[in-house]
């Protein structure tokens, strides 16, 4: 993927603000393809403001920003639900549950169900700050300070109910930098970084409950995902001669916490199924708010070599380091097969992994010959990366308690529940483990580009990406029946989940691009790229599809489900002619500057 920065504006000598309102609602937008009737309502409202200015003149400035976005929008639904013949067939032990289904509006051809037909609100209220504060305490040394806060309530309904995410990320950094003299800079940041998460999920059952064939009747669940990091980080430039050298480092201490509460799912496999209770399976989660938490030091050195006028090399050194997460009260439990079920308490989850040393080397040349008109560069690299934290946090997982029973371990299951939770004690038990030889991520990147300067302004480039991912997470079932016996290797333990390193990706691409410079108000600009990309299922960042032999994750391997074999991409920017000579007063800023924006894709 490609690197982005964000910088925020500062305030200046001046005061200046600017305010926007951008609205978009159902009367501007085009008819969707096999839409009938009226549009569906739709409004969408963004609108703020900014002012920033001097506090001290030439000396110390601030920059306030304010965004909001007010969206709502209705949308129909059609879900199937039981006819009255079919709740008419119920056995009484579900007369409470099959009550909660909504009346069917409009009937089918299945004298089994009918269905709901209605409307439901999406609303998405959101409101973001930023404060930017500036001080310059000579021409060599200065500080900033930056604050943003943001607040999002997003609503959707879905089944029967509606879940609702309560978003509240802010972050805070400081930073001050140094010009020990013309050829030696510093600078020194301390950051803190909080994403909070809070989805509230509501609806008419106390259960959660699917049964193949209607809509899920919604049940409670509370999910918390609550981060926090602090970070510490150093960087120097250096010049010397033709070096141009760059070392620095990170510390970086992780807090999240999770827990989901405790919530029931019953399974129906088929209506005739749940007609006569026959449930497939049920799940019991109690899980309570835990934290886990770890570090990750980082530092890494870098020197550009201006070796000809024409030539420059670069070669650098990068290594991290992340620790084995841990649970601050120590309520964690690692689960392994060698332990006969869960580990003792303060075992590591996992052996620590120290060889993440990532070499980097590259060119950029420009032959003689040529005339400064053709230019060619070249890359490789080896990036670590701890993927998502959460991918590693199986112990802390089995903090609470995960239950699940199926029709497997008890033929009779049948709700109500309550006769079987014994049995689902002693046999169901569904921990979740990692692999303790886990090692963390890394992928090899590695790029060759040709670029040629052509007439009328005209940039041509044609290069070739590629890259190899290894040690990506993947997941796994352990714990499995054994076909031959009918039996668990652990049979006091049901299926587990098993995060683990074993997965490998590769991308190979070719692409072209020919670029005109913007010249008499006109810009062009054709991106094309032929690619292919295999995976085995993994793509390292929480996703992994279930394989479907079990010891054999390389038998996944194939075109990754974000493959995209071809891609072409042509815009145009185009300075629209009038206005230009109107001056700089009211008639410049109204008729003025106009431009008109371009993309086929």
Not at 28 to 39: E, Q
Not at 147 to 167: E, H, M, Q
Not at 322 to 336: A, C, F, L, N, S
Not at 432 to 441: H, I, N, P
């Amino acid at each position: 993927g490609g690197v982005v920065q964000l910088i925020s504006k500062t305030g200046t000598n001046r005061y200046r603000g600017t305010a926007f309102d951008f609205v978009r609602n159902d009367r501007f937008a085009a008819r969707p393809f096999m839409t009938v009737g009226d549009m569906p309502p739709f409004t969408l409202n963004q609108f703020g403001g900014n002012i920033g200015g001097p506090i001290v003149a030439q000396r110390t400035f601030f920059f306030a920003n304010y965004e909001g976005i007010r969206q709502r929008q209705e949308r129909g639904f059609t879900r199937a639900v039981p006819s009255a013949a079919f709740r008419a067939l119920v056995t009484p032990a579900l007369a409470s549950i099959v009550a909660m289904y909504p009346q069917g509006t409009a009937r089918t051809s299945n004298p089994d169900m009918d269905d709901w037909v209605g409307t439901e609100r999406v609303t998405n209220d959101e409101d973001a700050v930023l404060l930017r504060l500036d001080h310059r305490f000579s021409d060599k040394t200065t500080l900033f300070a930056r604050y943003n806060f943001d607040k999002a309530d997003l609503v959707n309904p879905g089944d029967t109910g509606s879940t609702t995410n309560y978003i509240r990320p802010a972050n805070f950094t400081v930073q001050l930098q140094r010009i020990f003299g013309p050829s030696v800079v510093s600078e020194t940041k301390f950051g803190y970084n909080q994403s909070d998460r809070l989805s509230v999920r509501t609806g008419p059952a106390t259960e959660q409950v699917g049964v193949s064939g209607f809509v899920n009747l919604t049940g409670p669940q509370e999910i918390i995902e609550d981060g926090s990091t602090y970070s510490l980080l150093s960087d120097f430039a250096v010049v010397r001669g033709r070096h141009n050298i760059k070392f620095g480092g990170e510390l970086r201490r992780i807090l999240i916490d999770v827990g989901e509460g405790n919530t029931t799912s019953l399974t129906y496999s088929s209506r005739p199924n749940f007609a006569v209770n026959r449930l497939d399976n049920f799940n019991i989660v109690d899980f309570p708010v835990v934290q886990g938490q770890r570090w990750w030091t980082l530092g890494y050195i870098q020197d550009d070599v201006k070796w000809r006028s024409n030539l420059t090399f670069n070669a650098g050194l990068r290594y991290e380091f992340y620790t084995v997460p841990v649970e601050r009260d120590g309520r964690d439990k690692v689960w392994r097969i060698a332990c006969g079920g869960f580990c003792a308490p303060g075992t590591q989850w996992y052996e620590p992994d120290y060889n993440n040393f990532g070499p980097r080397v590259g060119f950029a040349w420009s032959p003689a010959r040529f005339r400064d008109n053709t230019v060619v560069r070249g890359g490789f690299g080896v990036f670590f990366g701890p993927g998502q934290n959460d991918d590693v946090f199986a112990p802390i997982d089995n903090a609470g308690a995960r239950t699940t029973l199926t029709r497997a371990e008890a033929p009779a299951l049948s709700y109500s529940i309550d006769p079987f939770l014994g049995v689902a004690a002693s046999v169901g038990n569904a921990a979740r483990a990692v692999d303790e030889t886990r090692v963390d991520q890394y992928a090899e990147h590695y790029s060759l580009t040709i670029q040629q300067a052509l007439p009328w302004r005209m940039t041509m480039q044609i290069g070739y990406i590629g890259n190899q991912a290894h040690h990506l997470l993947d997941r796994n079932n352990v714990n499995n029946i054994n076909p031959a016996t009918g039996t668990r290797p652990l049979p006091q333990f049901g299926r587990v989940d098993i995060k683990t390193s074993g997965s490998n990706a590769n991308f190979n691409g070719l692409q072209f691009s020919l670029y005109r410079r913007a010249a008499a108000g006109l810009q062009l600009g054709t991106q094309y790229m032929w690619s292919h990309a295999f995976d085995e299922g993994s793509l390292g960042g929480g996703e992994s599809t279930a394989i479907q032999k079990a010891d054999c994750r390389s038998c996944e391997y194939a075109s990754t489900g974000q493959d995209v074999r071809h891609t072409l991409t042509v815009n145009g920017v185009d300075a629209l002619p009038f206005g230009r000579d109107c001056g700089q007063g009211v008639l410049h800023h109204m008729f003025g500057g106009w431009m008109i924006f371009g993309r086929v894709r």
